[in-house]
């Protein structure tokens, strides 16, 4: 196969942080893998920085355990992993004293892209852009990137936005939500924008409804401090759900560059009414043999923070009035799985008689595991006993349809980073999304918590509460079945 990897020019990447959880699971992994497939150049860097006090080559070790725990042997065997291990290098820095401050522009270039990566706690970014400047390392070509959480409400998004701002303009802040670079996320747009087929029905008059799944297995142990002041809502909703929702709603773009995408999505978040109580339902996992509970997970007995939520959204435009969004994401389901599921409406007319049921088209958009799309087509069941009509999927699972691309499917990560080393900010989130965002998101947590409304408790290993399948059940619709 011809490779299609295209180089990014040589950049030097800092990442503050750069011994911290998500360097060793992503960061440094992901930039491995880049390097293997040729993208990175040689005379990269990748300068690690943190409190501890690492010389180099203990961050090269660091990182060569990172790579040995996250990335499969076979994908290591007769890779180039010391040429990588020598792009790195190390700066024991004090993010908010002036310890290595110095040491950190001397080892900056002046002649390549320069980056960093915030990977650190936000209370944090405003001393770490002060320092980028005060010490002449950021000049008006650096580029940051921020992960979330971003603010656990508007008043602190809009807070975390003015800090940057003081420093550095928006085309230079890359706010990270990594749904955004898992491979299907994008064919979404290709599929909706790159084929005439879909878009003439992608609207209320032909849609009934459309879900949207993210089911997770794991539980929030380890992570329950952090967890238990965010929640469902805060964790996942506000930010990954909501993007797709964006990209499933937003009108086409004019072009495909950054500003025409978010202005498109930015309208589809200024549209989402309020949501009703009445259509919100919120639960907590319960302990099921020695796995703990939600709330020995997160050790706070008492705690009313969600590990699940479902919600049925309005986006209240022309093209989708009438028609809901429903929203749904927990911990400890039955399966780990993302889709999008876009149900159409029933044919208007069945000329084949009550016994032949009624049938739906639905477009499948899986988003992990199996990447792929399917969408469910009626036809006649074959062979002799009358017109029965059964439905069957057009698959396109990228793994089968495409094998060898889809070897080349990258990790969300690996492909945000090159996008912040190519400057293409079309898959990150600009600072007035994120806000608009938190302004629909938080009269939702307030209601709740001024009403001191407690999650319905679930079993582990199930869909949710009872109450998720009410939501859809009382108005004749169904959730999909939550399955790898
Ligand atoms: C993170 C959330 O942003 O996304 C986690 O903080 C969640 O709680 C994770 O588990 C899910 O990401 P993915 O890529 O595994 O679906």
């Known amino acids: 196969m011809v490779s299609r990897v295209i180089p990014v020019d040589p950049f030097d990447l800092v990442i503050f942080g750069g011994t911290g959880d998500l360097a060793r699971r992503k960061i440094l992994p992901g930039l491995f893998r880049r390097f293997k497939a040729g993208q990175i150049p040689e005379d990269s860097r990748i300068i690690g920085a943190s409190r501890s006090d690492l010389s180099d080559d203990d961050y090269r070790r660091f990182t060569k355990e990172a790579i040995e725990e996250f990335i499969p042997e076979d994908e290591r065997r007769n890779s180039p992993l010391d040429k990588f291990l020598d792009c790195l290098h190390f700066v024991t820095i004090d993010a908010t004293g002036e310890a290595g401050w ?51 409400d508007l008043e602190s998004a809009r807070a975390l936005n003015a800090t940057l701002a003081e420093h550095f303009k928006e085309t230079q802040i890359y706010r990270i939500d990594h749904y955004l670079g898992k491979e299907t996320v994008q064919n979404l747009m290709a599929v909706r924008f790159a084929n005439v087929l879909f878009e003439p029905l992608w609207n209320a008059q032909y849609v009934d409804h459309i879900q949207i799944t993210v089911a997770e297995t794991v539980g929030v142990g380890g992570r329950g401090a952090y967890y238990d002041k965010s929640g469902a809502m805060r964790d996942m909703v506000q930010n990954h759900l909501m993007q797709l929702l964006c990209l499933i709603a937003m009108e086409p773009p004019s072009r495909f560059d950054p500003d025409s995408v978010r202005d498109e999505k930015l309208k589809v978040i200024r549209a989402l009414e309020p949501v009703q109580p009445y259509h919100i339902v919120r639960g907590q996992y319960d302990a099921e043999g020695d796995a703990p509970s939600y709330r020995q997970d997160a050790e706070n007995p008492r705690s009313l923070t969600e590990s699940f939520i479902a919600l049925r959204v309005h986006v209240s435009n022309w093209r989708w009035a009438g028609t809901p969004f429903f929203l749904r994401t927990g911990k400890r389901l039955k399966a780990r799985t993302s889709e999008i599921a876009v149900v159409f409406k029933d044919a208007p007319h069945s000329i084949f008689g009550q016994e032949a049921g ?127």
Not at 397 to 403: R, S, V, W
């Open 102 to 152: 110095q040491q950190l522009s001397d080892k900056m270039r002046d002649n390549v892209v320069n980056a960093f990566y915030f990977s650190v706690a936000p209370s944090l970014f405003g001393a770490l852009a002060e320092r980028l400047h005060t010490y002449g390392i950021a000049d008006a070509k650096t580029r940051i990137v921020v992960e979330k959480p971003f603010g656990r």
């Open 358 to 484: 009624t049938h739906r088209n639905i477009l499948t958009i899986r988003l992990q595991p199996n990447e792929g799309m399917t969408l469910g087509v009626t036809i006649k069941e074959p062979g002799p006993g009358g017109m029965r009509l059964i439905d069957v999927p057009l698959d396109m699972t990228f793994a089968d349809a495409l094998p060898q691309e889809a070897e080349d499917v990258h990790d969300a990560y690996e492909r945000l980073i090159m996008d912040v080393i190519r400057g293409n900010q079309t898959l990150f989130m600009r600072g007035d999304e994120v806000e608009a965002a938190w302004a629909w998101t938080d009269p939702i947590i307030d209601g709740w918590e001024s009403r001191g409304e407690a999650p319905k408790p679930y079993e582990p290993g199930t869909a949710g509460p009872e109450d998720a399948m009410m939501l859809m059940m009382r108005e004749g619709r169904k959730w999909r079945e939550i399955k790898e």
